[in-house]
Antibody, heavy 120, light 111 residues
Framework: QITLKESGPTLVKPTQTLTLTCTFS??????????VGWIRQPPGKALEWLALVYWDDDKRYSPSLKSRLTITKDTSKNQVVLTMTNMDPVDTATYYC????????????WGQGTMVTVSS | DIVMTQSPLSLPVTPGEPASISCRSS???????????LDWYLQKPGQPPQLLIY???NRAPGVPDRFSGSGSGTDFTLEISRVEAEDVGLYYCKQALQRWTFGQGTRVEIK
């Protein structure tokens, strides 16, 4: 059974850097064709894909946020970390990590999400 | 960027009746490998999204067969043959041909 869980601060100040950790179990990050992605959802708004890292460490970023995002994986710890710099109140959202299955070309298992508020 | 447009944005439904949601992409989602890179998700209230349909018409494991996906190119439809009360929530289509972008979401609620 695949599970993912997001962790990180619930409150960050404007201009600070957000670091979120996704801890997963139930799959190996060393075998293709899997990945872990991050998706966010501002309150009352739609889903927005942010970043994804593949099993082979290839990485993809949302073009509109690319300059602010970094995604890394630690296979030994079964973790994927997302950092987002220069946080702004518009970045207030629930942040989800999700298992990406290449055979489906889709996010087939999602974490419960973690709410992050950006406020001074 | 590929833009995904859903309609309607709100859909009141009657239990036992069919329902359908439309999704249109700004360019074809047909990959050179012959697969169409479109999926559907349902986000029930207070829950994360769950995958319903992948590659345009394949039901994800455990998804009831009352859900079906169809379409090709730029026009897609999610159909629920007989709506149940547990089907309420936000439905999203998503393209995976160029990065990943979601539609605005369609809110399904019981009349």
């Amino acid at each position: 059974q695949i599970t993912l869980k997001e962790s990180g601060p619930t409150l960050v100040k404007p201009t600070q850097t957000l670091t979120l950790t996704c801890t997963f179990s139930g799959f190996s990050f060393t075998s293709s064709p899997v990945g872990v992605g991050w998706i966010r959802q501002p309150p009352g708004k739609a889903l927005e894909w942010l970043a994804l890292v593949y099993w082979d460490d290839d990485k993809r970023y949302s073009p509109s946020l690319k300059s602010r995002l970094t995604i890394t994986k630690d296979t030994s710890k079964n973790q994927v970390v997302l950092t987002m710099t220069n946080m702004d109140p518009v970045d207030t959202a629930t942040y989800y990590c999700a298992h990406y299955y290449g055979d489906y070309v889709a996010f087939d298992v999602w974490g419960q999400g973690t709410m992050v508020t950006v406020s001074s | 960027d590929i833009v995904m447009t859903q309609s309607p944005l709100s859909l009141p439904v009657t239990p036992g009746e069919p329902a359908s949601i439309s999704c249109r992409s700004s360019q074809s989602l047909l990959h050179s490998n012959g697969y169409t890179y479109l999926d559907w998700y349902l986000q029930k209230p207070g829950q994360p999204p769950q995958l319903l349909i992948y590659l345009a018409f394949n039901r994800a494991p455990g998804v009831p067969d009352r859900f079906s996906g169809s379409g090709s190119g730029t026009d897609f439809t999610l159909e629920i043959s007989r709506v149940e009360a547990e089907d309420v929530g936000l439905y999203y289509c998503k393209q995976a041909l160029q990065r990943w972008t979601f539609g605005q979401g369609t809110r399904v609620e019981i009349k």
